[in-house]
């Protein structure tokens, strides 16, 4: 079984772009959640898409933004990117809701502002 | 954003040694799961806990739900060098809206 991939797997862009990264999830799994990984915080969550619909937000300004597909591929947008947006940023997929279904990691998307 | 208190946050060990780290929290959680990131790679599960007071092992991992749902801890037994990763703790917490929160990771070293 397939797991979770994530693309690109690297990134650098310019600060002011906008950049859109794409999670496929495993096969059977409806929940995809976003988060981001920084050396000093951790891993922040950002969102979590069921169904298409989105079902949990972190605290993150509206630049961040996503969207789930009908086939459960999610992808997520940031616009006017800031040197601070730098930074690993996985995707999780589970069968149902996270918190209560075992979450299965993609290897990150490595985002480079400069 | 939220984060769980997990310590300590690095830890340098003999092959062979134990190692024990703990997440805990000033609320109350459903849910405790530990996951381990080696470099380049996402988290992966290895022991998620469902009840108080829960003890549950997974080979040289033994980990506990707290009784009074605020604490966790991980211990491994007999270290090997494959150990070698970043440990983090993650809860879902009551009332949250199964929003899982993270601890900042305890990054393991062993010698060999």
């Known amino acids: 079984k397939a797991g979770v991939t994530q693309t690109p797997r690297y990134l650098i862009k310019t600060r002011g772009q906008q950049v859109t990264l794409s999670c496929s999830p495993i096969s059977g799994h409806r929940s995809v959640s976003w988060y981001q990984q920084t050396p000093g915080q951790g891993l922040q969550f950002l969102f979590e898409y069921f169904s298409e619909t989105q079902r949990n937000k972190g605290n993150f300004p509206g630049r961040f933004s996503g969207r789930q597909f009908s086939n459960s591929r999610s992808e997520m947008n940031v616009s006017t990117l800031e040197l601070g947006d730098s930074a690993l940023y996985l995707c999780a997929s589970s069968r149902g809701l996270a918190g209560v279904n075992e979450q299965f990691f993609g290897p990150g998307t490595r985002l480079t502002v400069l | 954003g939220q984060q769980l208190n997990q310590s300590p946050q690095s830890m340098f060990i003999q092959e062979g040694e134990d190692v024990s780290m703990n997440c805990t929290s000033s609320s109350i959680f459903n849910t405790w799961l530990w996951y381990k990131q080696d470099p380049g790679e996402g988290p992966v599960l290895l022991i998620a806990l469902y009840k108080a007071g829960e003890l549950t092992s997974n080979g040289r991992l033994t980990a506990q739900f707290g009784i009074t749902r605020k604490d966790s801890f991980l211990n491994i037994s007999a270290s090997i060098p494959s150990d070698v990763g970043i440990y983090f703790c993650?809860?879902?917490?009551?009332?949250?809206?199964?929003?899982?929160?993270w601890g900042l990771g305890t990054s393991l070293a062993v010698n060999p």
């Open positions: 993650a809860g879902d917490e009551a009332g949250n809206n199964r929003k899982l929160i």
